[in-house]
T-cell receptor, first 107, second 115 residues
Framework: QQQVKQSPQSLIVQKGGISIINCAYENTAFDYFPWYQQFPGKGPALLIA?????SEKKEGRFTISFNKSAKQFSLHIMDSQPGDSATYFCAANQFYFGTGTSLTVIP | NAGVMQNPRHLVRRRGQEARLRCSPMKGHSHVYWYRQLPEEGLKFMVYLQKENIIDESGMPKERFSAEFPKEGPSILRIQQVVRGDSAAYFC?????????????FGSGTRLTVV
């Protein structure tokens, strides 16, 4: 049973555009929701994380929006750049990961 | 300040052999987590260890897989009698004791190929 569902599987965005990746979770006991960025051949790197007591967290061009009642959260990448091309994973409590979104930003 | 070190980076084993994957956590980190990543899939949690203790092994297959984190030395993920389905990337992560999420760092992984 997939505890965290992530969409889309892949995403192509023009340089300067907004990339949006969505995740949904089942267990209301989850209390920590990180996003990871992974480049080929590397391990995931923590990008940004949120706890359910806030609805939004912003760090630079990266924003997490959190909807506790809907049990959903999303990652927004503003002004997307080719260097942002990577696979992005959402997670819950660090033990449950989404299946990943392959983001390609085209110049 | 070295990050989480995993070795080997690549490991090839024949069916039936044993695979040993090593993970040295970041300095000062006492918690280690192992994950498996299959092609085109996300990371699947396997086991969570502290020094000399297995805290949560709910993601570990019941047979052939074991993990340890001794008082001295790296954490070891051992896979006995490997099969083709064990081919995957295995990642470990470490964190300091305390609040979840702080300082959580992944290694670069070990890519296991079973031939």
């Amino acid at each position: 049973q997939q505890q965290v569902k992530q969409s889309p599987q892949s995403l192509i965005v023009q340089k300067g555009g907004i990339s949006i990746i969505n995740c949904a979770y089942e267990n209301t006991a989850f209390d920590y929701f990180p996003w990871y960025q992974q480049f080929p051949g590397k391990g995931p790197a923590l990008l940004i994380a949120i706890r359910p007591d806030v609805s939004e967290k912003k760090e630079g061009r990266f924003t997490i929006s959190f909807n506790k009642s809907a049990k959903q959260f999303s990652l927004h990448i503003m002004d997307s750049q080719p260097g942002d091309s990577a696979t992005y994973f959402c997670a819950a409590n660090q033990f449950y990961f989404g299946t990943g979104t392959s983001l390609t930003v085209i110049p | 300040n070295a990050g989480v070190m995993q070795n080997p980076r690549h490991l090839v084993r024949r069916r039936g052999q044993e695979a040993r994957l090593r993970c040295s956590p970041m300095k000062g980190h006492s918690h280690v987590y192992w994950y498996r990543q299959l092609p085109e899939e996300g990371l699947k949690f396997m086991v969570y260890l502290q020094k000399e203790n297995i805290i949560d092994e709910s993601g570990m297959p019941k047979e052939r897989f074991s993990a340890e984190f001794p008082k001295e030395g790296p954490s070891i993920l051992r896979i006995q009698q490997v099969v083709r389905g064990d081919s995957a990337a295995y990642f470990c992560a470490s964190s300091p004791a305390g609040e979840e999420g702080l300082g959580y760092t992944f290694g670069s992984g070990t890519r296991l190929t079973v031939v």
